[in-house]
């Protein structure tokens, strides 16, 4: 994230139309250990790794790094970084090399490119191993 | 990429395996919650009550241990009541005590380190004692977070009944709300095939039990021994070989299957072990299906229970009282009145099974204060966990 932006405390509408497949509960599950490119308007690029316990990892294009907080709430996802935060329209999946452009609550926009994401889980049955290990 | 390590991390044997996801306690949103403080509009659960012991333990730790000079101390000598001089003097200091005499109040001090510490008992000064304080409190602070972040994979409610394994500790407790009703020592997973933590609900029992041994294993172990055995040892063993794994799989006899390409890895053979004498599962199994096949189960091989490092199976948990477990689970004596293998009775109740690996827990879960069971990282867990909490990405 550009943490040069203002703090947020609205939700914004996602710029890219939904259809109503897509507009599920996020979880963010595909983000865990992965890392997302961001593009700001201004032109500012920032890269975030996040981490499996709700940490997040920010590099700027100059290399600076800066942990931070995140989690996902609401089909926002959100940043928190010290004492400000910052959250975006988060209503559809990363995919892998896809841009998502995304509205966070001061009406920045950002396009959103995630290098890599985790799959789908598979949600119920689960797979079973045939036969006991002993 | 980073993140690809960060995730390899996070699938491995460090954390905890959701069978059903309605014990997944979502940790990593409540995690940052915590972190960030964000409390509007979220509803937090509670921590489970393993994760408060924790916390009042830790809280009760700081306050008695961690403030005291943390000064490196000599090995030497056993010193016991009375002894005197300036390495007196220096334990007494690390201990926040002002003396160079052994004196009662030394004693006292060593007797509650030994005992929060689970080092052996007694007020004696020994290496083992002094390599503890060496150690220091930070080192046992972030042992206890550690072991903490373990509980709080766990769901905020467990459960009015559920089982708890600790794999590290290599005991199975059985527990009704925040009681611990019974407890077993168990056998767990070789280093080479560790125990997986595992969050599930115990759906049924089965009597009279084949085993059916995974191909893997089947592959790696016992190809080879049938190859070197011959037909007696498959007969003596009670070994089925079955044309696979639909219910209606036809059983080949010994000389239909290619014993050597199932060794090489080019057949895959289903094997099992008829119920009776010498199976691998004993007399009745616990199943709460699962894709790493790890359930618990019944052994006729009793002797290992005797030992302390009872990590010695092939991923499975086996039980040494586990009629025991039996007559808890299902609230009455399941028997079999006949042969028939494989009969199924199910688990009415919903009843979790949390397999987890503590390396340091209170002693006392309803008492933290009694100090805490320390164990061997017999599968060198907490190191993998500490680095993936401490830094994600490197």
């Known amino acids: 994230m550009n943490y040069k932006l203002g703090l947020i405390t609205m939700l914004a509408a996602p710029i890219l139309a939904m259809n109503p497949a897509q507009a599920q509960e996020q979880t963010g599950q595909e983000l865990i250990g992965r890392t997302v ?32 907080n995140w989690f996902v709430r609401s089909n926002q996802l959100c940043m928190q970084m010290g004492a400000m935060s910052e959250c975006w329209g988060y209503n559809q999946r990363f995919e892998a090399g896809r841009a998502l452009t995304m509205a966070s609550t001061c009406n920045e926009t950002s396009q959103w490119i995630a290098r890599s994401v985790n799959p789908t889980p598979a949600i119920a049955p689960p797979a079973v191993e045939q036969g006991e290990r002993g | 990429m980073q993140g ?50 924790f916390d009042k333990a830790l809280t009760d730790y700081q306050n008695k241990w961690a403030k005291l000079p943390q000064d490196k101390l000599e090995r030497g000598r056993i010193l016991r009541l009375g002894a005197r001089g300036k390495r007196i003097a220096k334990i007494n200091k690390r201990l926040g005590l002002v003396d160079d005499v052994f004196n009662a109040n030394l004693a006292n001090r060593i007797r509650d380190y030994r005992q929060v510490h689970d080092l052996p008992s007694g007020n004696h000064i020994d290496d083992e004692l002094i390599d503890s304080l060496n150690r220091g409190a930070a080192y046992y602070i972030n042992k206890i977070r550690l072991n903490r972040h373990r509980a709080a994979e766990l769901p905020s409610n467990l459960g009015e009944k559920f089982i708890l394994v600790d794999v590290a500790s290599q005991q199975l407790y059985m527990y009704e709300g925040r009681n611990l009703v019974n407890q077993m020592r168990v056998i767990v997973g070789t280093a080479d095939n560790p125990t997986p933590m595992l969050a599930g609900y115990m759906r049924y029992s089965v009597l009279n039990p084949y085993w059916n041994i995974p191909t893997d294993l089947t592959r790696d172990r016992y190809a080879r021994r049938v190859i070197d055995g011959g037909k ?50 004993g ?80 002693k006392n879960l309803n008492s933290p204060n009694d100090g805490f069971s320390m164990r061997k990282d017999i ?16």
């Open chain 2, 4 to 53: 690809e390590f960060a995730y390899a991390q996070y699938n491995g044997d460090i954390v905890m395996h959701y069978i059903d996801q309605q014990l997944h306690p979502d940790i990593a949103v409540r995690e940052a919650i915590i972190a960030g403080n964000f409390d509007e509009n979220f509803k937090i659960s509670p921590p489970n009550f393993i994760e408060a012991s």
């Open chain 2, 283 to 362: 007399d009745i199994k616990f199943m709460f299906p699962n894709k790493y096949g790890v359930y618990l189960h019944d052994t006729h091989n009793e002797t290992p229970f005797k030992l302390d490092d009872r990590a010695i199976s092939a991923g499975c948990v086996r039980l040494e009282k586990p009629w025991l477990l039996a007559d808890w689970l299902h609230g009455k004596r399941i028997e079999s009145d006949n042969s028939k293998p494989e009969q199924i009775v199910n688990v009415e109740q919903k009843i979790p099974v949390y397999i987890s690996y503590f390396t340091t827990i209170p």
């Open chain 1, 37 to 68: 490119d961001v593009q700001f308007a201004n032109g500012a690029r920032n890269s975030v790794a996040f981490g499996s316990s709700g940490q997040a990892r920010i590099t700027a294009a100059d290399g600076t790094l800066s942990n931070a």
């Open chain 2, 232 to 281: 007696t040892y498959f007969m003596a063993n009670r070994f089925e070989a079955l044309s696979g794994w639909e219910e209606d799989a036809k059983i080949l006899s010994y000389s239909e299957v290619d014993w050597e390409a199932v060794e090489s890895g080019k057949q895959k053979l289903r094997l099992r072990q008829r119920p009776g004498l010498g199976n691998g599962m």
């Open chain 2, 379 to 394: 599968y060198g867990r907490d190191v993998r966990l500490r680095k993936s909490l401490e830094s994600p990405f490197s």
